[in-house]
C-alpha cells in the first residue's frame, strides 16, 4: 500500500524548489529552449495546480480530470456519469470552452476557492453559449472554471472536462494540459477510429513517466467490432507498458453520436462504480492520491536535473556571446593603441593643417582637424569590433533571440557619442594648456589655445610631429612641456577607454537584460538535493 507522510517540512522545501523553477528562465533560442520551456511551465502547474495543494489538504475529494482528443465524448461521458447534463456537448468542434468542475454539493467550498486552480477565475451554475469556439486565430478565451454540484456525485470524488488536447486553440491545448496535470486521476478518453492517434498517447507515456493514477476509455465502439477493437487497442497498451491500467469500453449509441442527451447508466456503470469505489474506500483514495503524489515526486529526480542542464546550456551559450563582445573589443581596442602611439591621427587634413601652422592655419583650426581625425579612428575601432561581433554571433544560435537580433547600436548615435568625447577631450586639453601658460610671465606668455595644439599634434602625431614637441619646449620650458604632456596623455587614454568602454557595454546591454545568469542551475540542484534528503 501506498501512504502519504506530509510534513511540514516537506511542503517548505517544495515551496522553495517551486519557486527555483519559476526563476528558471531560457530566452535564448537553443535548440532545447522550447522542450525546457514547456518543462518548466508542466512542471510549475503541477506544483501549484497539485502536489502544494495535495499535500496541504490530503483530505481534499480525489479529481479526476477526463481529458482527450476533439469529438472523443469527454462531455457526454462526464454528463453521464453525473447523470444530468453538467457540460456543454455538441456535434461542433471543439465543444467543450470553459472547463466544467463537478462535485457533490457538500465538496463545493474545496473547489470554490483558490486551493487548486489558482489561475483560473471561478463562475457558478450553467453559462450560455459563448460562442468561444469562434474564436479567431490568436484571441485569448477567458480562463475560467465553472464548478457544478450534483447529489448523484458521492462525496470525496469531483470530475472536470477538460477542453480537447488537440483543440484548434492553442490556449486551450496549454489549459487542457494544465488541468490534466492538477488530477488525482486521469481520465483519457479515445474513439475506436482514433485511438492510435498520436496525442492521446503522448498523454499516456506522460502518465506512465510520472506513474501516475490513469484510466482509460475507449469510447464509441460499435457493437460489431467490439471485441477486436479492443483486444487491438490492449495490445498498444501492453506494448506500451501499460497493460495493467484500468481500461473502460463505452459502445456507440445514438446518445454519444449526436453528442446531445445522456448514455444509458449501463454503459458507464462499470466506470463509475470505480471511481466510486476509489472516493468512498479509505483505502483506496489513499492509495490513489499517493501514488500520482509519490509519481510526481520521484518523477522530479529526472526532470530537474535535465531543467538545470537547459539553464546550464543557456548560461554557456550567454557566455559565448559575451566572450565575443569582449574579445572583438578587447582586440581592437588594442590595435587602436598601436594606432594612436604610431601617429595614425595626424593624417589627411590634419596633417595638411600641421603644415600650414601657424602661417596658414590657426590653432583652432589644427585642433578641429585633430579632433575630428582622432574621432574618425576611434569610430573606425568600434565600427571594426561590431562588425566582429556580427561575424561571431552568426554562428551562435543564441544571438537571434528577440532583444538581441539586429539590435547592435547604429553607426549615426556611435559618431554622434565619439564625437562628443573628442570634443570633451580638446576642451580639458586646452584647460591643462591654460593652467600651464598661467604661470608664465604675462610678457613672454604664448597663446594658450596655440600651447593646446603643440601638444595635441606632439600627441597624436607620431614621428611626424617631432618639432610640435621641440616648439612646444621653447614656448613653455622643458619641464612644463613635460608636464603638460604627460597630463594630456593620461587624459587621452582616460578618454580613449572611456569610449571603448561605453560602446561596449552599448553592445552588452541587449544581453545583460536577458538576465541569463549561472546561479539558477546551482539553486535547482541545491533545491532538488534538499527535497531528496527531507523525503
Given amino acids: 500500500m501506498v501512504t502519504l507522510d506530509v510534513r511540514p517540512q516537506l511542503l517548505d522545501t517544495l515551496s ?41 489538504d490530503p483530505g481534499a475529494p480525489l ?35 470553459t472547463p466544467v468542475l463537478v462535485c457533490h454539493p457538500e465538496d463545493h467550498h474545496w473547489f470554490s476557492g483558490m486551493r487548486v486552480l489558482p489561475h483560473l477565475t471561478r463562475v457558478w451554475g450553467p453559462q450560455p453559449d459563448t460562442g468561444d469556439d469562434l474564436l479567431l486565430p490568436g484571441e485569448a478565451a477567458p480562463r475560467a472554471l465553472r464548478v457544478e454540484t450534483a447529489e448523484s456525485l458521492p462525496r470525496g470524488l469531483a470530475l472536470l472536462d477538460a477542453p480537447d488536447i488537440d483543440s484548434l486553440l492553442s490556449d486551450n491545448r496549454v489549459l487542457a494540459a494544465e488541468l490534466i496535470c492538477a488530477a488525482d486521476i486521469w481520465i483519457m478518453v479515445t474513439t475506436a477510429a482514433r485511438y492510435a492517434d498520436a496525442v492521446p498517447w503522448h498523454l499516456l507515456r506522460t502518465a506512465k513517466e510520472y506513474d501516475v493514477t490513469l484510466v482509460t476509455v475507449l469510447d464509441r465502439v460499435p457493437h460489431q467490432v467490439v471485441s477486436e477493437v479492443s483486444r487491438q487497442y490492449g495490445a498498444l497498451l501492453t506494448k506500451a507498458g501499460l497493460g495493467d491500467v484500468p481500461r473502460f469500453t463505452v459502445p456507440e449509441l445514438p446518445e454519444s453520436a449526436w453528442g446531445a442527451g445522456l448514455l444509458p447508466s449501463t454503459a458507464v456503470a462499470a466506470l463509475r462504480t470505480w471511481l466510486v469505489h476509489h472516493a468512498q474506500d479509505a483505502a483506496a483514495h489513499e492509495h490513489v492520491m499517493a501514488r500520482t503524489a509519490h509519481g510526481l515526486l520521484d518523477s522530479l529526480k529526472a526532470r530537474m536535473p535535465e531543467l538545470a542542464g537547459a539553464v546550464a546550456a543557456q548560461y554557456a551559450a550567454a557566455l559565448r556571446l559575451t566572450s565575443a ?4 573589443y578587447d582586440g581592437e581596442h588594442a590595435r587602436l593603441r598601436g594606432r594612436l602611439q604610431s601617429g595614425a591621427v595626424l593624417a589627411g587634413d590634419a596633417l595638411k593643417r600641421w603644415r600650414a601652422f601657424p602661417l596658414d592655419c590657426t590653432a583652432g ?83 594658450s589655445e596655440s600651447v593646446a595644439a603643440l601638444v595635441a599634434t606632439a600627441l597624436l602625431g607620431g614621428s611626424r610631429a ?7 619646449a621653447q614656448r613653455i620650458g622643458a619641464h612644463g612641456a613635460l608636464r603638460l604632456r604627460d597630463r594630456a596623455e593620461r587624459l587621452l587614454n582616460d578618454t580613449v577607454d572611456r569610449v571603448v568602454h561605453t560602446e561596449r557595454e552599448r553592445r552588452l546591454a541587449p544581453l545583460d537584460a536577458l538576465d541569463v545568469r549561472a546561479e539558477p542551475q546551482a539553486e535547482l540542484i541545491a533545491a532538488m538535493s534538499v527535497l531528496q534528503k527531507e523525503r
Avoid: M
Avoid at 457526454?76 to 456537448?89: C, H, K
Avoid at 617631432?466 to 612646444?472: D, I, N, S, T, V
Fill in 466 to 472: 617631432r618639432a610640435a614637441g621641440e616648439r612646444l
Fill in 325 to 328: 563582445v569582449e574579445s572583438a
Fill in 365 to 447: 583650426e589644427l585642433l578641429d582637424a585633430l579632433v575630428e581625425s582622432l574621432g574618425a579612428l576611434l569610430l573606425c575601432a568600434v565600427t571594426a569590433a561590431d562588425e566582429r561581433v556580427d561575424e561571431a554571433w552568426r554562428r551562435e544560435p543564441g544571438a537571434a533571440a528577440p532583444g538581441l537580433a539586429g539590435r547592435h547600436p547604429s553607426p549615426d548615435k556611435a559618431e554622434h557619442r565619439i564625437g562628443l568625447a573628442a570634443r570633451r577631450w580638446r576642451r580639458e586639453l586646452e584647460e591643462y594648456a591654460e593652467d600651464e601658460v598661467r604661470d608664465i610671465e604675462r610678457s613672454t606668455a604664448p597663446d
Fill in 16 to 56: 522553495a524548489l517551486r519557486d527555483r523553477v519559476a526563476a528558471a528562465r531560457f530566452p535564448l533560442p537553443l535548440a532545447g529552449a522550447p522542450r525546457a520551456r514547456a518543462n518548466r511551465d508542466e512542471l510549475l502547474a503541477q506544483l501549484d495546480d497539485y502536489l502544494v495543494p495535495r499535500l496541504r
Fill in 63 to 97: 479529481l479526476a480530470v477526463v481529458g482527450g482528443s476533439t469529438g472523443a465524448g469527454k462531455s457526454t461521458l462526464v454528463n453521464s456519469i453525473v447523470g444530468r447534463r453538467v457540460s456543454q456537448a455538441g456535434v461542433l468542434r471543439p465543444t467543450t470552452r
